[in-house]
Nanobody, 121 residues
Framework: QVQLVESGGGLVQAGGSLRLSCAASGRTFSSIAMAWFRQAPGKEREFVAKISRFGVNTSYADSVKGRFTISRDNAKNTVYLQMNSLQPEDTANYYC??????????????WGQGTQVTVSS
């Protein structure tokens, strides 16, 4: 079992930045790939970014490429999502997810409770 706790969400103006954090426990952190998803009201949950077990590989949704950066610190059991140049369409509940398989794009095994990001215009 893996427990995930997100933090760092909030209200920011368009063009601003936020950094989300997700602390993991319950399993050796370097044995799991990590990802961020988001869900806006009335929309399906969508993939945002993922990172492999040791951070060598990353992948991003086209909508955030060049603006968001995913990273991880295995010594702190934490994954981050640095979000720059935020736009109102980035408003959503952001979820941290974990799975042993980096090559998945959905159906991750473990999920956090989410943290709300609201971008005002």
């Amino acid at each position: 079992q893996v427990q995930l706790v997100e933090s760092g969400g909030g209200l920011v103006q368009a063009g601003g930045s936020l950094r989300l954090s997700c602390a993991a426990s319950g399993r050796t952190f370097s044995s799991i790939a990590m990802a961020w998803f988001r869900q806006a009201p009335g929309k399906e949950r969508e993939f945002v970014a993922k990172i492999s077990r040791f951070g060598v590989n990353t992948s991003y949704a086209d909508s955030v490429k060049g603006r968001f950066t995913i990273s991880r610190d295995n010594a702190k059991n934490t994954v981050y999502l640095q979000m720059n140049s935020l736009q109102p369409e980035d408003t959503a509940n952001y979820y941290c997810a974990a799975d042993p398989n980096y090559y998945k794009w959905r159906l991750y095994a473990y999920w956090g409770q989410g943290t709300q990001v609201t971008v005002s215009s």
